[in-house]
């Protein structure tokens, strides 16, 4: 894959740089600023890029405004967003980014803690789901968004079990790796999955697209 990474503090900056070169990947450009993000975003149009949310010269949403103003110049440009403490709101902003009427491709979109980097494999694997289009959240931040949850509930109708498959696709997992951690068969939870596009009234289209569409709901209901 072809990455632009953003980050303003050299030593991550540079690990990150390492470990996806190691990994085969190719860092086409490694920044330390909202305003060159964009750019290198614009002309070099990666497979991925990594962006740290916080950025100079303020040092509170730069970063995330710059993924923002990048996603806008490039639509759908997959971007993995890395934050040291859960800003909710500004996951909210990165959600409202994707446009799912265009399938798969209207993902592309991650928000985890930087604590997750340490967790190598678990890392390269989101970069991976993210630059194919996938939507991959930490499980701190899916939290956190529940919390906020409106009383008037879209997604009342869901059974206890539905919710659980449906709080592991927000986290970006398939159904076999959700059949894994549920100690279910993968039967029973292309059954559940089946019942949450019905309940959230998704009709029948490219499966990628309606679990874009069903995170989104859960995640802002």
Same mark, same amino acid.
């Given at each position: 894959?072809? =990455?632009?990474?953003?980050?303003?503090?050299?030593?991550?900056?540079?690990?990150?740089?390492?470990?996806?070169?190691?990994?085969?990947?190719?860092?086409?450009?490694?920044?330390?600023?909202?305003?060159?993000?964009?750019?290198?975003?614009?002309?070099?149009? &990666?497979?991925?890029?990594?962006?740290?949310?916080?950025?100079? &010269?303020?040092?509170?949403?730069?970063?995330?405004?710059?993924?923002?103003?990048?996603?806008?110049?490039?639509?759908?440009?997959?971007?993995?967003?890395?934050?040291?403490?859960?800003?909710?709101?500004?996951?909210?902003?990165?959600?409202?980014?994707? $446009?799912?009427?265009?399938?798969?491709?209207?993902?592309?979109?991650?928000?985890?803690? $930087?604590?997750?980097?340490?967790?190598?494999?678990? *890392?390269?694997?989101?970069?991976?789901?993210?630059?194919?289009?996938?939507?991959?959240?930490?499980?701190?931040?899916?939290?956190?968004?529940?919390?906020?949850?409106?009383?008037?509930?879209?997604?009342?109708?869901?059974?206890?079990?539905?919710?659980?498959?449906?709080?592991?696709?927000?986290?970006?997992?398939?159904?076999?790796?959700?059949?894994?951690?549920?100690? =279910?068969?993968?039967?029973?939870?292309? $059954?559940?999955?089946?019942?949450? *596009?019905? $309940?959230?009234?998704?009709? &029948?289209?490219?499966?990628?697209?309606?679990?874009?569409?069903?995170?989104?709901?859960?995640?802002?209901?």
């Amino acid at each position: 894959m072809r =990455v632009v990474i953003a980050d303003d503090a050299v030593l991550l900056r540079e690990g990150l740089v390492r470990l996806l070169s190691e990994q085969g990947h190719e860092v086409v450009a490694a920044v330390g600023d909202g305003e060159t993000l964009v750019e290198a975003i614009v002309t070099h149009r &990666p497979d991925v890029s990594i962006v740290d949310v916080r950025m100079p &010269p303020s040092h509170t949403d730069e970063g995330l405004r710059a993924a923002v103003e990048a996603r806008r110049r490039v639509p759908r440009t997959p971007i993995l967003v890395l934050s040291q403490y859960v800003e909710v709101s500004y996951a909210d902003d990165l959600l409202a980014t994707v $446009k799912p009427s265009g399938g798969a491709a209207g993902g592309g979109i991650g928000y985890l803690l $930087k604590d997750r980097v340490a967790a190598i494999d678990e *890392f390269l694997d989101a970069v991976r789901r993210v630059a194919a289009g996938g939507t991959v959240l930490d499980p701190e931040v899916v939290g956190q968004l529940l919390v906020r949850r409106r009383r008037d509930d879209p997604l009342r109708e869901l059974t206890p079990r539905e919710r659980e498959v449906l709080g592991l696709m927000a986290e970006g997992r398939s159904n076999t790796a959700i059949a894994r951690t549920l100690v =279910v068969s993968d039967g029973a939870v292309e $059954k559940h999955v089946r019942n949450i *596009f019905t $309940k959230l009234q998704l009709p &029948p289209d490219e499966e990628q697209h309606r679990r874009v569409l069903a995170v989104l709901a859960y995640l802002r209901g």
